[in-house]
């Protein structure tokens, strides 16, 4: 769900055991109650007229793709680019995603400079 990259999924467990409080517990429902309030507020919210890039792996079932999507659509200056096979976390991913990932970061934040 995170990543394809086992290499990348090996370095984040010996992370978890080696810093236990790096872990992630389960969601209470205090944190849903917050997180749908969140959400909502933000989507009633018109996106910045900023540009923006957002990645996202074709393989996305940690979050709604069909949200982002929605939300990228009506972004003035932003740009969804959807990654084939890559899963949630593009800086977790495959060498040649990650590289795509920053690269395409590098672009945007030297087009603003």
Wanted: aromatic letters at 6%; one cysteine or more; charged letters at 20%.
């Amino acid at each position: 769900m995170l990543t394809t990259d086992p290499a990348m999924y090996d370095f984040m467990q010996r992370q978890v055991r080696a810093h236990p409080g790096l872990a992630l517990g389960g969601p209470t429902l205090n944190w849903l109650l917050e997180a749908l309030r969140e959400t909502r507020a933000l989507a009633a919210l018109t996106p910045p007229a900023l540009p923006c890039l957002c990645m996202m792996g074709g393989n996305e079932r940690v979050v709604d793709a069909g949200r982002i999507r929605s939300v990228m659509a009506r972004w003035p200056g932003g740009r969804l680019e959807v990654i084939p096979g890559a899963e949630h976390e593009m800086m977790m991913e495959t060498p040649a995603t990650r590289r795509r990932f920053y690269d395409g970061a590098a672009a945007l934040f030297d087009a603003r400079s």
